[in-house]
């Protein structure tokens, strides 16, 4: 099996395991079971920090074997899986707005993955590339969402880059962590674990400030960022490549526009958080990838502590 097909079902499996991981949570809160003693005694919930765990670790493992520019945008496969998980659980069918949208993040991601390369990386940011990456980020963070500004499509922006840098980041310390020729403990992998470590939890917070006033258009905007910053990296500092010239670009560029556009469709929600409601169950995925750490938009009121969900790098 070459190295980017096994990528491929590396982030298939994960994107799986998150979406399964999220319905489940965002049916646990839905029913009140999210609080304190009750939650620690849930197998359910036990299950669902078990699956993203999983899907963690699916994806750390999908970076060692593929580039960036394949590995990511799958990510946007969570949402696709979401679809028929939470209309199960639901008891319902999918609507046609969402096999709409299904259609169209497959076929825009199947366009993207043709016209990339797809080779295994072997090229990792050095630590003054990665502090480079790290300072241009932390700037652009800081201006998208900066103090005084109103939550909302900033905000998302701004998760999406961090959380796309540090899956950039993430795969610059799996490759050289599993070089044989040095020690998986040396001053670069440590130093970039770190900003690793940063941009992940900065990336999280961002994205739960962002779904303050609403889900649909920052949830959509968070997904699209976060390939679009690590394609950034890939392709112009790691020497990944689209392959077929000019042609090869056209595909890639109209297969990210076909799926962002059925990004945007599946991430719509009419009921989100800042009115108070829950999330319409026509749109299961939105409900379903609500949930954060604090954050429950289907509990109760009053509501009740969340758990917390790991999120994709």
């Known amino acids: 099996m070459s190295a980017a097909l096994l990528a491929v079902l590396l982030s298939l499996v994960s994107a799986v395991a998150y979406a399964a991981a999220a319905v489940v949570q965002e049916r646990l809160a839905s029913r009140g079971s999210v609080g304190g003693a009750r939650l620690l005694a849930s197998g359910a919930w036990w299950g669902s920090v ?3 765990a999983a899907a963690a670790l699916l994806h750390v493992v999908a ?20 679809v028929p998980l ?8 999918v609507g046609a707005v969402e096999w709409r949208g299904v259609a169209l993040t497959l076929g ?3 366009a993207v993955l043709a016209a990339v390369s797809g080779s295994a990386p072997d090229d990792v940011l050095s630590v003054p590339e990665a502090l480079v990456v790290a300072g241009a980020t932390a700037a ?8 005084g500004a109103r939550p909302g499509l900033r905000h998302a922006t701004a998760s999406g880059v961090a959380s796309g840098v540090a ?13 044989r020729s040095g020690s998986p403990f040396d001053a670069q992998v440590i130093a970039v674990a770190v900003l690793v470590a940063a941009f992940a939890a900065g990336g999280l917070l961002l994205s739960q400030t962002a779904y303050r006033d609403g889900l649909g258009a920052p949830l959509a905007v968070v997904t699209l960022a976060n390939p679009v910053a690590a394609a950034v990296i890939g392709l112009s500092l790691l020497s990944e490549q689209v392959r077929g010239g000019a042609a090869g670009v056209l595909t890639a560029l109209a297969g990210a526009g076909l799926a962002a556009w059925g990004v945007f469709l599946l991430a719509r929600t009419p009921h989100g958080p800042a009115d108070g409601g829950r999330p319409d169950s026509d749109h299961p995925v939105a409900a ?7 954050q429950a938009p289907c509990e109760p009121s009053p509501p009740s502590p969340s758990p917390e969900r790991l999120t994709r790098l």
Not at 140 to 147: C, D, F, I, K, S
Not at 167 to 179: F, N
Not at 288 to 294: F, K, N, Q, R, S
């Open 140 to 147: 652009l963070v800081g201006l998208l969402a900066r103090p």
């Open 108 to 110: 825009g991601l199947a």
């Open 167 to 179: 899956s950039a980041l993430t795969q610059t310390v799996t490759v050289a962590a599993t070089d």
């Open 63 to 82: 970076l060692r074997y593929g580039p960036l520019t394949v590995v990511q945008p799958l990510g946007a496969l969570t949402l696709v899986a979401a």
């Open 86 to 93: 939470g209309a199960r659980l639901a008891g319902r069918r």
């Open 288 to 294: 379903v990838l609500a949930l954060g750490p604090g």
């Open 50 to 52: 078990a699956l993203n």
